[in-house]
């Protein structure tokens, strides 16, 4: 009796062990950009194809609420703006860059592009001048980006007061529908609907900017970081280093497993496997580290961006980012 007892002690405390051990697992919450693509990218971490010591609690929201979340901190990780590091800094708000998040393709990528409806008139930006053009996020670093192309290469005026164009924010969900019933006469897209646009004969390009942009910006053009706050990258600094190599290899797996992912994705999101394909391999990289490159064309985007008056300062990119951040 007394060898049974001892032992259902044993084996309760063994339980008790283990319990203790599964709630001290640590969380790190994410949010990132709320898009069928980057879904896919997140994929192998939200169906434990990745796994680690801690826990990534994740959600996806759209570029305004991403925005928001980045001065509430309502995340310890957040998929922001590459603009916003400086715009940050000038309110006070300090974040370091963890990763790239979102990279332009080589200059023969797709992306940048304005889609205007297929039977319209407009065959040039220069016919745009005086119309209106809808975006999703006008402080996005990707509208930056395509204001910066647009100005260097293409000499034109891209004041949201007074310019050629005139800049409508419209919540990106109801962006199609205003260019096909004419709100808007021209307007950029999503990553999906973008890629819809070309399949649907309603809407036609009627500029495809990428390779203007990075020429602009000095190389593959940066639009999304993933910014981390040094206070709370400090004080759990191993939880956040587990956290950038399950990114990371999240990203890894998808790339190197996209035909599964594909498949995976198109089941649950009902797009068709050759969107997260053409995504993947034609518009954008995720690499999750922070190379040299990164870091000059980053720097190059808050010069161009002060020369324009977006911003009126800007760190050495270098001071700000993550000592933790992986490099390629």
Same mark, same amino acid.
């Given at each position: 009796m007394t060898i049974w007892f001892a032992r259902v002690t044993l084996l309760v405390g063994l339980i008790g062990i283990i319990a203790v051990r599964a709630e001290a697992k640590e969380t790190v919450t994410f949010a990132y950009l709320l898009d069928p693509a980057y879904e896919a990218v997140v994929w192998p971490i939200a169906t434990g194809k990745v796994a $680690?010591? +801690?826990?990534?609690e994740m959600t996806a929201l759209d570029i305004p609420a991403l925005l928001q979340a980045t001065g509430a901190k309502t995340y310890d990780v957040i998929m922001t703006a590459a603009i916003g590091i400086p715009q940050a800094k000038a309110r006070g708000l300090d974040l370091e860059i963890m990763a790239t998040a979102l990279r332009n393709k080589s200059f023969g990528g797709k992306g940048g592009d304005i889609f205007v409806r297929a039977d319209s008139p407009y065959r040039t930006l220069a016919d745009l001048k005086g119309k209106t053009i809808g975006n999703p996020s006008?402080? #996005?670093? $990707?509208?930056?980006?395509? &204001? +910066?192309?647009?100005? /260097? =290469? *293409?000499?034109?005026?891209?004041? *949201?007061?007074?310019g050629d164009f005139r800049w409508v924010q419209i919540p990106a969900a109801a962006l199609p529908g205003a260019l096909a019933t004419g709100r808007v006469d021209a307007a950029t897209l999503s990553h999906s609907q973008a890629y819809l646009a070309e399949q649907d004969r309603t809407f036609r390009v009627?500029? &495809?900017?990428?390779?203007?942009i990075n020429e602009a910006i000095g190389g593959p053009a940066i639009s999304a970081i993933l910014a981390g706050y040094p206070e709370k990258l400090k004080a759990r600094s191993a939880a956040f280093r587990e956290f950038a190599r399950m990114i990371r290899a999240s990203n890894d797996y998808? &790339?190197?497993?996209?035909? /599964?992912?594909?498949?995976?994705?198109? &089941?649950?999101? =009902?797009? /068709?496997?050759?969107?997260?394909?053409?995504?993947?391999?034609?518009?954008?990289?995720?690499?999750?580290?922070? #190379?040299?490159?990164?870091? =000059?064309v980053i720097q190059n985007l808050w010069i161009k961006a002060k020369s324009l008056g977006i911003i009126t300062s800007y760190p050495d990119v270098k001071t700000v980012v993550w000592e933790g951040a992986l490099r390629p």
């Open positions: $680690g010591n +801690i826990d990534v006008l402080p #996005s670093t $990707g509208t930056t980006l395509l &204001r +910066i192309a647009l100005a /260097e =290469k *293409f000499g034109l005026n891209v004041a *949201f007061d007074g009627l500029a &495809r900017l990428n390779a203007a998808t &790339r190197s497993h996209t035909a /599964e992912v594909a498949a995976a994705m198109s &089941r649950q999101t =009902k797009l /068709e496997p050759a969107y997260f394909s053409t995504w993947l391999n034609d518009y954008f990289d995720t690499p999750m580290t922070v #190379s040299a490159a990164d870091e =000059k």
